[in-house]
């Protein structure tokens, strides 16, 4: 299995401050199409998952322009340019390169 | 609204059978691979199984391979999880959700599966 890290796991940030989240994926996520198929999920308290990132750096429908994700090969990151108390909650990156698909451990985003 | 709804968790004994359901609404879900995604309380997320547009082609994560059996109706808009033989270990909210690997990404809000004696 490709085996997904990320770090930090606790993200202490001040409100209107920058945020930075890492993963690191075991093996490349390039396919043979050329894509890289690294997607990046927000999970707020008590909520179900939600996508805000597909393909390492695509904004899904609705995602404030605050998110942003980058990253190639093995290593990416999640940034947020400004926190706001609505980003409060669990982030986790997947993989779907390759089955079974895999996630991260999770980063808990709190305000200080 | 583009929406899945999933039902049928609930409280199973320890080798007990399941079968979750996910109805889809909004979109095409003929032309979509799905997927069933599950978080034990406190933990994190373990995609479980997914499965072809067509139904030809079906993946599921070892630790439910022989146990549980993802299919589709199409016809229904709905995909479901049977899952026999439960263990503890399969306590979980299990989410329905759209594999991703392009712009259309959703999951459901999820049902719980609870196995205890």
């Known amino acids: 299995d490709v085996v997904m890290t990320q770090s930090p796991l606790s993200l202490p940030v001040t409100l209107g401050q920058p945020a930075s989240i890492s993963c690191r994926s075991s093996?490349?996520?390039?396919?043979?199409?050329?894509?890289?198929?690294l997607n990046w999920f927000q999970q707020r308290p008590g909520q179900s998952p939600r996508r805000l990132i597909y393909?390492?750096?695509n904004r899904d429908s609705g995602v404030p322009d605050r998110f942003s994700g980058s990253g190639s090969g093995t290593d990416f990151t999640l940034k947020i340019s400004r926190v706001e108390a609505e980003d409060i909650g669990v982030y986790y990156c997947?993989?779907?390169?390759?089955?079974?698909?895999?996630f991260g451990q999770g980063t808990k985003l709190e305000i200080k | 609204e583009v929406q899945l709804v999933e039902s049928g968790g609930g409280l199973v004994q320890p080798g007990g059978s399941l079968r979750l359901s996910c109805a889809a609404s909004?979109?095409?879900?003929?032309?979509?691979?799905m997927g069933w995604v599950r978080q034990a309380p406190g933990k994190g997320l373990e995609w479980v199984a997914n499965?072809?547009?067509?139904?030809?082609?079906?993946n599921h994560v070892d630790s439910v391979k022989g146990r549980f059996a993802i299919s589709r109706d199409n016809a229904k808009n709905s995909v479901y999880l049977q899952m026999n033989n439960l263990r503890a270990e399969d306590t979980a909210v299990y989410y329905c959700?759209?594999?991703?690997?392009?712009?259309?990404?959703?999951w459901g809000q999820g049902t719980m599966v609870t196995v205890s004696s």
């Open positions: 393909k390492v750096s």
């Open positions: 959700a759209t594999p991703g690997w392009g712009p259309f990404g959703i």
């Open positions: 997947m993989q779907l390169i390759q089955w079974s698909y895999t």
């Open positions: 499965i072809k547009e067509d139904g030809s082609e079906k």
């Open positions: 093996q490349s996520l390039v396919y043979s199409d050329g894509n890289t198929y």
């Open positions: 909004g979109f095409s879900f003929s032309s979509y691979w």
